[in-house]
């Protein structure tokens, strides 16, 4: 049975590994090696490996069959890394609602939808391809390979060693287990450095890379008061991850951008422009998800942008009547009109209204828009169901 | 040495009866299911599943869940999901609400699906007026595909509110060969469903 290309990705993604360079002022990229082949034995099984996965990927049903938003996010690559780099790579967009991307050994990049909701301009989102292509660059996942199987073995070794030596070796394994785990920290500060000088270099602001990280600090935050759990105080990276924090990662990233101190234009618009078609699907999964707050942060990012679209206020009317309280179906219901308002009137905001107005007890005004709901989707595949509320 | 028979014995009893095991379920009537909630008169043999994934589901398959399941849940409560949560404060799920209408209880079980298993494709069908056990109730299907093989598993359910109390019956197998070769049990199985809510 296959196995799902997300655990693929993330597996193939997380074959990381190495240690940090002193971060200098001026964005030098290393050399690069056109057309580039697997050297070794294990690289050349991990290329294959990968080849696999990312056959399968092709064929997933995750995966965004769209050619224009392929070439929206192969676009921005190229303009992050340069031309001739970002031939070697190959984006593959999936339709997973949560914030990652990833790289693979043989240039295989996955961008799931949550990226693509989140990051608020083209330059965050060249952030993140930015630094997902430094992996690729500096051959992190064979790094990272060699780097574990180097320390499982010396692992063994000791185990046998301290045997013999009637020695307690307990904490000498410790020591490399958290060698390796810091080793992927080191791999990912590595990529994010690399990341930023290329986008010291690209057309976009360095600094968009500290924004996303703060971004996402914000709205772990958001979640976490909606459920009413403690501000997470410590973003000290712990013994196990492997990557390091929001916060060090938001810190470091802002200081080496002012070193650079580049400018450049974020493209916003632009990002929004791109992915529009898209939205409302995004949006869609991401209120479906019961992260309320969370929910509620991502849109008052975009809106900041955009404004407060009709895509949007039916997003939030949508996250509003799912919560289901009764005053949450008063502001359902106001924002539904507020999306009509802004011109977004398809079925679904006219199904949304009119259900919010029925279960606020307002029967025969909802059922007015239920009847609309109808008449706009006389096919619906609830259409039947809906009738029920609507007097003959 | 008597001790040491009787140990034996006990240990043997325990193991050919583990208290709490899967459970051949026959042909006939069956009036326990989800602890009494639900009865039926299923066809044909299913096999009652040990774990539950809450106090208020239970499942029954032919060839493994993965392959065909029922999935009863019974008489879930205001406040409460359909299933048990992983950690209640930071991954609850969508719970029963109040005002809830019939029209929202599909989009429940997706949300549930999307939140607890990373479901990530789904979509709901056709939905139409139906009756489960006298009861006004909608009758729903759905698919989405299974995140950790992707495979395309189709769901055909019927549902109810009565007394502030959310009853579901599902039917889930793969797109290819089982729903269309088991479809017709759960439709027979639904016929002689009753509520004891």
């Not at chain 1, 828009?369 to 006389?378: G, I, K, M, V």
């Amino acid at each position: 049975m296959k196995r799902s290309v997300i655990v693929t990705a993330i597996a193939l993604a997380a074959t990381i590994p190495l240690a940090v360079n002193a971060a200098d002022d001026e964005p030098v990229l290393p050399p690069y090696v056109p057309a580039y082949e697997p050297q070794s034995v294990d690289e050349r099984g991990m290329w294959m490996m990968a080849d696999e996965q990312e056959k399968l990927m092709a064929l997933s049903e995750l995966r965004i069959d769209d050619e224009e938003l392929n070439a929206y996010v192969e676009r921005v690559l190229c303009d992050t890394v340069g031309k001739d780099r970002c031939t070697g790579v190959r984006v593959h967009i999936l339709n997973i609602p949560a914030f990652n991307a990833t790289m693979s050994p043989n240039g295989a990049m996955t961008v799931w939808s949550g990226l693509l909701l989140r990051v608020r301009s083209e330059a965050q989102l060249a952030a993140v391809l930015g630094h997902e292509f430094a992996h690729f660059e500096m051959r992190h996942s064979l790094k990272g390979f060699e780097q574990r199987r180097s320390a499982s073995d010396a692992w063994s070794w000791l185990a046998v060693l301290g045997g013999i030596a009637q020695v307690n070796t307990g904490d000498a394994q410790v020591s490399l287990v958290g060698s390796i785990f810091q080793f992927n920290r080191g791999q990912e500060t590595e990529a994010d450095l690399l990341g930023l000088k290329y986008l010291a270099q690209s057309p976009y602001p360095s600094r968009a890379a500290s924004e996303v990280w703060q971004q996402l600090m914000e709205e772990a935050d958001a979640t976490d008061f909606g459920r009413k759990l403690k501000r997470r105080e410590s973003y000290r990276a712990g013994f196990f991850d492997t990557h390091p924090t929001s916060l060090s990662r938001a810190d470091y990233l802002l200081d080496q951008a002012l070193a650079y101190n580049d400018s450049g234009d974020p493209r916003d618009d632009e990002h929004y422009a791109a992915i529009k078609k898209h939205l409302p699907k995004f949006l869609s999964d991401q209120v479906k998800l019961n992260d309320f707050n969370g929910t509620e942060y991502i849109l008052s990012g975009i809106a900041g942008t955009t404004g407060w679209t009709g895509e949007l206020l039916h997003a939030r009317a949508e996250l509003f009547a799912a919560r289901g309280n009764p005053r949450d179906l008063i502001t359902s219901t106001t924002l539904y009109l507020q999306a009509m308002e802004a011109g977004y009137r398809p079925p679904e905001t006219l199904r949304g209204l009119g259900l919010s107005l029925v279960k606020s007890g307002k029967r025969s005004e909802g059922a007015k828009y239920l009847e609309d709901y109808l008449a706009a989707a006389p096919e619906a595949p609830d259409a039947a169901i809906i009738k029920m509320y609507v007097p003959k | 040495m008597l001790r040491h028979i009787t140990a034996a014995l006990t240990a043997l009893t325990l193991l050919s009866f583990p208290a709490a095991a899967h459970k051949v379920i026959e042909p006939g009537l069956n009036n326990n299911i989800v602890k009494g909630v639900f009865s039926a008169k299923p066809e044909s043999r299913w096999n009652r599943l040990q774990q539950r994934d809450g106090n208020f589901q239970e499942v029954w398959t032919i060839d493994g869940d993965r392959l065909n399941r029922i999935v009863f849940y019974g008489g879930v409560p205001v406040g409460q999901p359909l299933l048990r949560e992983r950690d209640k404060k930071r991954d609850p799920l969508p719970a029963v609400t109040g005002n809830m209408l019939l029209p929202d209880i599909p989009l429940l079980l997706e949300r549930t699906y999307r939140t607890k298993y990373g479901v990530a494709i789904m979509s709901i069908g056709k939905q139409e007026p139906a009756t489960l056990d006298g009861r006004p109730a909608i009758a729903f299907d759905y698919t989405y595909i299974d995140p950790e093989y992707e495979v395309e598993t189709k769901g055909e359910a019927i549902a109810a509110l009565d007394n502030g109390k959310l009853y579901l019956v599902a039917f889930e197998a793969p797109a290819v060969y089982y729903f269309g070769r088991d479809v017709e049990k759960f439709r027979n199985l639904v016929t002689t469903l009753s509520l004891k809510g």
